[in-house]
């Protein structure tokens, strides 16, 4: 599966954490992300990370791209509701997940739920939603 990273600042440590918890399920997996989540990911965990721009760059746009041609499977995305600077990335993520049928998480405890599933083979169906990629 084609998953995606992406965390606002706030919640970058916690993206951090979460993969290092989940590393054995994730590497699995395909990961990409924006660059600095990416980067801070992989550093800590030694997963190899796609990483595209920078959020502000144009990152956030590259994942919604990945998204409208139904090339990623499940999206991570750590909002912080604290700081609510970059929502307009979670609101378009968001939009195109609802429509391509792409699990989507925003915080950790929705996100160890859907990472647990991974693991478990309750995403499988996306395997026959897109099976050119597999």
């Not at 796609?50 to 499977?73: C, F, K, P, V, W």
């Not at 792409?102 to 309750?122: C, H, K, M, W």
């Amino acid at each position: 599966m084609n998953i995606a990273l992406m965390a606002h600042d706030g919640k970058k440590e916690l993206m951090v954490q979460f993969c290092i918890a989940y590393c054995g399920i994730l590497a699995d997996h395909s990961l990409c992300a924006t660059h600095v989540t990416g980067k801070l990911v992989s550093e800590a965990t030694g997963l190899p990370v796609t990483l595209y721009l920078h959020t502000d760059q144009g990152g956030a746009q590259q994942i919604a791209s990945r998204i409208s041609y139904n090339e990623i499977d499940l999206v991570i995305f750590f909002c912080d509701p604290a700081n609510p600077g970059g929502f307009d990335d979670i609101a378009r993520i968001e939009r195109l997940c609802d429509q391509y049928l792409i699990p989507f998480a925003t915080n950790a405890a929705t996100a160890e739920v859907l990472v647990q599933g991974l693991r478990r083979g309750d995403l499988d169906w996306r395997n026959i939603v897109n099976p050119q990629r597999r």
